[in-house]
């Protein structure tokens, strides 16, 4: 049985992964910050809470995993999203290293996904002003470190320009660095179907230290 370590579990995102691989008879350990807000129960699962910020205790939680797939987010909430994402997804990386796990799945963002030849959705006006912390410093963790990543075999998965909750489908598009839009201009994708590509990519990598998108 594979063995996954899955970092914000308990999210949106996280959660609809962590179903996506149980009902795959994966073997996960859940890493949160509050276990009681996993609500369900299999012998193929494993709730720890612990702290991502240090790379130390990572080493400790992802030691012989096949892979690490992070789904971290430190709250769209929190007065300092911006500082904490640029602080803790270095930590998360080198910790993935020097465990010696050979693939990260990263949970990205779609604010670095281009609209335009050399326009980025960041800059399109689409964006939030109360979410532009988050999204701005994901992006830079991208763009600045992980793209001169060459040791640990990573993926930055970026969502469609909107995320809900909805049906697994399995209709969807992969792309890599353009925002996918259908018919109508709109770029709209399930959480559902963002986990099931996720797991598949997982099981079957089809990328390598390389960004991929997904729409409908």
Known sequence: MKKIVLIGASGFVG???LNEALDRGLEVVAVVR???????TNSSLTKVKADVSSALEIVKLVKGADAVISAYNPGWNNPD????????????????????????????GAGTLFVAPG?????????PEAIMGGVKSLGEFYLHTLTKEKEIDWVF???AGHIFPGERTTTYRL?????????????N????????????????????????????
Not at 34 to 40: E, L, M, Q, V
Not at 119 to 127: E, F, H, N, P, T
Not at 199 to 214: A, G, L, M, S, Y
């Open 157 to 159: 998965f970026s969502p």
């Open 34 to 40: 509050n276990p009681d807000k996993i609500g369900i």
């Open 189 to 216: 994708i399930s959480v559902q179907d963002y986990a099931k590509a996720m797991i598949d990519e997982f099981e079957k990598p089809q990328h390598h230290q390389e960004r991929f998108t997904i729409g409908y």
């Open 119 to 127: 326009k980025r959705v960041i800059d399109s006006g689409a964006i």
């Open 81 to 108: 999203m911006y500082n904490e994402t640029l602080r803790v997804y270095p930590e998360i990386l080198k910790g993935v290293k020097d465990a010696g796990v050979k693939r990260l799945l990263i949970v990205g």
């Open 175 to 187: 792309g890599k660095d353009d925002l996918i839009v259908d018919a109508k201009g709109e770029s």
């Open 15 to 17: 959660s609809a992964i």
